[in-house]
T-cell receptor, first 111, second 117 residues
Framework: DAKTTQPPSMDCAEGRAANLPCNHSTISGNEYVYWYRQIHSQGPQYIIH???NNETNEMASLIITEDRKSSTLILPHATLRDTAVYYCIVRVAFNNNDMRFGAGTRLTVKP | NAGVTQTPKFQVLKTGQSMTLQCAQDMNHEYMSWYRQDPGMGLRLIHY???????DQGEVPNGYNVSRSTTEDFPLRLLSAAPSQTSVYFC????????????????FGPGTRLTVL
């Protein structure tokens, strides 16, 4: 079973920030939070990951609460091409065998 | 780099037939894995390999065999196809080097859509 809980779907207006929440209340101290997305049944694509500090890259920002029990993925200026299923995954670093994909959040960016 | 490639893209089998799904990567990654994705669900790990000559079972290994004779290739064999194996199959690879957390991401192939009648 996935160790995370995500809303099944969200909508966002094009050009606005998309904030995707994830609950991981049972996260262990050595587990990282990873985000992947899957566009229209293509292979999943890595977005970002973090341990406890907030992270930012060219695609998104990751905000992790101080108690690490939840996080938010932020797409700062959503485009139609960001419409996808977003997966939040927690696992120990380099332990690919523990990549538990849940159902994810289906984000629809609307014009 | 081509990244992770998978062949075929689509395949239709009859119950009881066997076939091999091919996966190759050109990034010199040690770790490779196979997932299946059923409609409306997330990916589930079938088998994985941490290097040439080493394979192990994932969450849903029954009905599938794998081998890893080279770093580049990781084929998935269906021994006797069943309708329950109708799914989309993804291959993935990653580096397992502990030298930098920045390389700790998996790269996925485009998938093989398999239908078993």
């Amino acid at each position: 079973d996935a160790k995370t809980t995500q809303p099944p779907s969200m909508d966002c207006a094009e050009g606005r920030a998309a904030n995707l929440p994830c609950n991981h209340s049972t996260i262990s101290g050595n587990e990282y939070v990873y985000w992947y997305r899957q566009i229209h049944s293509q292979g999943p694509q890595y977005i970002i990951h973090g341990l406890k500090n907030n992270e930012t890259n060219e695609m998104a920002s990751l905000i992790i609460t101080e108690d690490r029990k939840s996080s938010t993925l932020i797409l700062p200026h959503a485009t139609l091409r960001d419409t996808a299923v977003y997966y939040c995954i927690v696992r120990v670093a380099f332990n690919n065998n523990d990549m538990r994909f849940g159902a994810g959040t289906r984000l629809t960016v609307k014009p | 780099n081509a990244g992770v490639t998978q062949t075929p893209k689509f395949q239709v089998l009859k119950t009881g037939q066997s076939m091999t799904l091919q996966c190759a990567q050109d990034m010199n990654h040690e770790y490779m894995s196979w997932y299946r994705q059923d409609p409306g669900m997330g990916l589930r790990l079938i088998h994985y390999s941490v290097g040439a000559g080493i394979t192990d079972q994932g969450e849903v290994p029954n009905g599938y065999n794998v081998s890893r004779s080279t770093t580049e290739d990781f084929p998935l064999r269906l021994l006797s196809a069943a309708p329950s194996q109708t799914s989309v199959y993804f291959c993935a690879s990653s580096s397992v080097g502990p030298f930098s957390i920045q390389v700790d991401t998996q790269y996925f192939g485009p998938g093989t859509r398999l239908t078993v009648l």
